[in-house]
């Protein structure tokens, strides 16, 4: 009858044991798999949330979070109006959901950097307000992108793209660029 207790006190002992182990075992695993998740996927597992920007340069910029790309996010503010905000402005987020996206090493997505996000409205020839990181706050038309820089026809928001409107042209760093907001009429 003793031997029958002590095998079990030591089973008993031994199982506490292994059961400590794996979860210590598992909460270093789940430490080491956070490690290694960044803020762009937490973005991604946040898209259709409504998210609270710092950013440098643009204060607080806050939109349901509509789509994301490499190294940018596009939020649509109260007034419907998107924004495109380069993540390395970004320094502070507000409303990030529980999960993380899965990142899409190779896909079409991973390469749709800011640069192109930038070319498609020099396409387009829209009206932009662009944030730098400085909080400087240019108005006009995206003439065209670079390899580093975008070209910025400065003109008055309410004007279109003329040459006669044209006050100047501004070659600006791409890594300068916190926020761009289209200008449509009647919005500041």
Same mark, same amino acid.
């Given at each position: 009858?003793?031997?029958?207790?002590?095998?079990?006190?030591?089973?008993?002992?031994?199982?506490?044991?292994?059961?400590?182990?794996?979860?210590?075992?598992w909460?270093?695993?789940?430490?080491?798999e956070m490690g290694a998740v960044r803020l762009a996927d937490r973005f991604g597992g946040s898209v259709g949330a409504h998210l609270t920007l710092t950013?440098?340069?643009?204060?607080?910029?806050s939109g349901v979070l509509a789509e994301t790309g490499s190294d940018w996010l596009l939020l649509s503010d109260d007034r419907g109006r998107d924004q495109l905000v380069s993540v390395a402005a970004v320094r502070a987020v507000g409303g990030l959901g529980?999960?993380?996206?899965?990142?899409?090493?190779?896909?079409?997505?991973?390469r749709l950097d800011l640069r192109r996000a930038l070319r498609g409205l020099a396409r387009d020839r829209s009206a932009v307000q662009v944030v730098l990181d400085d909080g400087?706050?240019?108005t006009g038309t995206v003439d065209r992108v670079g390899?580093?820089?975008?070209?910025?026809?400065?003109?008055?928001?309410d004007e279109p793209r003329r040459s006669g409107?044209?006050?100047?042209?501004?070659?600006? /760093?791409?890594?300068? /660029?916190?926020? /761009?907001?289209?200008?449509l009429p009647g919005w500041d």
């Open positions: 009858m003793r031997w029958q207790q002590l095998f079990a006190d030591l089973q008993a002992q031994f199982e506490a044991v292994e059961d400590a182990e794996a979860r210590a075992e909460a270093s695993r789940a430490r080491a950013c440098r340069g643009a204060g607080r910029v529980r999960l993380s996206a899965v990142p899409e090493e190779g896909s079409v997505r991973a400087t706050v240019l390899a580093d820089y975008v070209e910025l026809a400065e003109h008055a928001a409107a044209v006050r100047s042209v501004q070659a600006v /760093v791409i890594g300068a /660029v916190a926020v /761009v907001r289209p200008l």
